[in-house]
């Protein structure tokens, strides 16, 4: 059974740093693509940031690219989050999912909240 369980949320400050991790198991990963969404209050989920399991490569939503990066750890089956420069529109509900095909995420974690602060 694939299970994915996001940790890392919290409250902190505009301008501050959170580091979220995503814990993947029950199958291997290579070949997937591993990615963050995340869902504020009122709004549909949104993607923040992708990585290929087996090259590493990565897309970023303009929204966070140069204050977020993604990257994994192969012998642990993780991926991260790096948030950098939070601001207040930040604010959401943290998706990690994983994906064997282009067309859509098969798994998904239950999420972990992030909220930022003025």
């Known amino acids: 059974q694939v299970q994915l369980v996001e940790s890392g949320g919290g409250l902190v400050q505009a301008g501050g740093s959170l580091r979220l991790s995503c814990a993947a198991s029950?199958?291997?990963?290579?070949?997937?693509?591993m990615g963050w969404f995340r869902q504020a209050p009122g709004k549909e989920r949104e993607f923040v940031a992708i990585?290929?399991?087996?090259?590493?490569?990565?897309t970023y939503a303009d929204s966070v690219k140069g204050r977020f990066t993604i990257s994994r750890d192969n012998a642990k089956s993780a991926v991260f989050l790096q948030m950098n420069s939070l601001k207040p529109a930040d604010t959401a509900v943290y998706y990690c999912?994983?994906?064997?095909?282009?067309?859509?995420?098969?798994?998904w974690g239950q999420g972990t909240q992030v909220t930022v602060s003025t």
């Open positions: 999912a994983a994906a064997s095909s282009p067309r859509s995420w098969e798994y």
């Open positions: 990585i290929n399991w087996s090259d590493g490569s990565t």
């Open positions: 029950g199958r291997t990963f290579s070949g997937y693509r």
